[in-house]
């Protein structure tokens, strides 16, 4: 490869990066949109047409806040760990299968596990560097959730790799040309799309920030910046953990509106649910996690192996 391509494969990963921020700004004005209408509000009307702007005057609101450092806290690990936690979520983007010559590789399905399984030490070292007990038990609180629901989305991501054999994405496109793969995986479609909401530690499982002995979890000491990338970082998950739904389910990736449409219903199914569901118990999160999800996900993969067989 010479100069010329690196310098086109950097390009686009800029914009790639740019498209993604765009993303997570709407999304969140979406959000708020959406929430306020549940609740019977307008949700953000001000700024700009419709509230339009009000994603970029939050970020330059965040931004340029002062931040402020715990004295007793572990200060390099508490300063980076947020921006670890936002560059990981950005690294699992470059498994989309683009057309194009970007970052694609075959092995797609794997790193997007190695990945997801780093993010967990992000939220560990963020709760534990802040040296304040609320955060620690909510770090604590948020680590054991995402281990645990990882297991029973890797075993379902194997059950789909069993029927293609091959962990490269984009064959998810080719063997869904005339039936998508949710129509016979239909309850494991579910199950992906409920654990993806405990990954992405989103409402009914929101336990990292959401119990009243915790104040707002592993978070609890950030402010300005170190929040605002926490708070994008998981932004940025939930658009990925919607595309990934629409690669493995919904047809695969494909250059089309109707995909694109896909992707921004799922998203909108993330802040339904968070509008519409109340939060779960945390010992019954952990019961659902290791006593529903898993053996049925173990029994569904061992039917796909069956059916592979014969």
Known sequence: MNLYEYMLIFIG????II????????????ERKVLGYIQI??????VGILGILQPFAEAVKLFTKENT????SNYLSYYYSPIVSFFLSLLIWMIIPYNINLFFFSLGILFFLCCTSMGVY???IAGWSSNSNYALLGGLRAVAQTISYEVSMALIMLSSILLILDFNLMKFYSYQLNMWFIIIMFPLSLIWFSSSLAETNRTPFDFAEGESELVSGFNVEYSGGGFALIFMAEY???LFM?????ILYLGGYELSLIFYLKLVFLSYLFIWVRGT???FRYDKLMYLAWKIYLPLSLNFLFLYLGIIMI
Do not use: D, E, Q, W
């Open 69 to 72: 450092y715990p004295s007793m």
């Open 277 to 279: 569901l109340p939060r």
């Open 122 to 124: 992000s939220i560990m």
């Open 13 to 16: 990963m800029i914009l790639l």
């Open 19 to 30: 498209g993604v921020l765009i993303g997570v700004a709407f999304l969140t004005l979406l």
């Open 236 to 238: 940025s998950s939930i």
């Open 41 to 46: 509000r307008k949700g953000p009307n001000k």
């Open 242 to 246: 919607s595309l990934l739904f629409n």
